[in-house]
């Protein structure tokens, strides 16, 4: 039996060494389609569209966040640029003061070094093919417990749906076996009904018949019942394959609620109306739990 998937998950994971720490948490919740967020340091931009391609690997459906830090411990990454133009346009603009005030030119290399612009850091390019292969580690690592809570959460999800299902098949074989009770008793009522109306007069037993032909055609629930025996096998057979399988078991809820609704318009017992509103109930809880199925 392959793995089923919820699209709910959660996963974190963090590097740390000598010269950098990267953290990565990735939390998703349900959606149509693959839907990405990420929240990231600038330095980091150039590489969403690899991060999107590897979370692919990971998950086929969800609206999933990516959050990702970065702390530098080293100062390699930034260094001291010297603008000597800037310098000398101090100097210049200082000599000029000198002669046209005859005041003493003070400056030294100190004072000058202090001057706005003369010194400036700059961040270093940095590698980013090596900055690439650190982060995609620790997406991995994030990856890898995230797609195990979707698994252990999606183990859940299949072991109440076949437990749904199991009801369901239950309601089913009531509302089947019930009918010709039904059948049954409109008959016996129609017979009472027209011996007392007649008293003594002679029944006229091929009416009777005919009207319980009538009836039990129109309360007949033959087709919906195999229906939905089907859809519930079908569903079996589906959450046994696992993979990739959330849509199919949307569209055949829909239609186990389609021959339920039937079932329900037929009905004129109030055990099997019952059983009908019982059914229905189950079927909604599954709608809802495959709407978290991958």
């Not at 990739?244 to 004129?268: C, H, P, V, W, Y």
């Amino acid at each position: 039996m392959s793995n089923i998937y919820s699209m709910t998950g959660f996963g974190r994971a963090e590097v740390q060494n000598e010269r950098q720490k990267i953290s990565v948490e990735l939390k998703s919740v349900n959606h149509r389609f693959l839907e990405f967020n990420i929240r990231a340091p600038k330095k980091f931009s150039p590489f969403e569209s690899k991060i999107r391609s590897l979370m692919k690997e990971y998950a086929r459906r969800g609206k999933i966040d990516i959050f990702i830090t970065y702390e530098d411990f080293t100062e390699a990454g930034v260094r001291l640029m010297y603008h000597p133009e800037i310098a000398k346009q101090y100097v210049d603009y200082a000599s000029q003061i000198e002669h046209s005030f005859a005041v003493p030119n003070d400056i030294t290399v100190n004072t000058l070094m202090n001057f706005p612009d003369v010194l400036t850091t700059e961040e270093q390019e940095m590698d980013e093919e090596t900055l690439w292969q650190d982060l995609a580690q620790v997406i991995r690592s994030a990856a890898e417990g995230f797609r195990h809570t979707r698994s252990s959460e999606g183990e859940n999800l299949r072991s109440d749906l076949l437990e749904k299902l199991d009801e369901m098949d239950a309601n089913v074989d009531k509302i089947k076996e019930r009918e010709p009770q039904i059948i049954e008793e409109y008959r016996q009522r129609l017979e009472d009904k027209t011996r007392e109306l007649l008293a003594d007069s002679q029944i006229d037993d091929s009416r009777i018949a005919a009207e319980v032909v009538l009836f039990a055609d129109k309360i007949c629930t033959d087709e919906e019942t195999v229906r939905l025996k089907s859809h519930i096998q079908s569903m079996r057979d589906t959450l046994a394959v696992g993979t990739d399988i959330g849509r199919k078991l949307d569209f055949l809820a829909q239609e186990m609620n389609r021959e339920a609704n039937t079932i329900l318009s037929k009905a004129n017992d109030l055990e099997t109306s019952n059983t009908g509103v019982e059914l229905k109930t189950e079927i909604e809880k599954i709608r809802e739990q495959v709407q978290n199925i991958e």
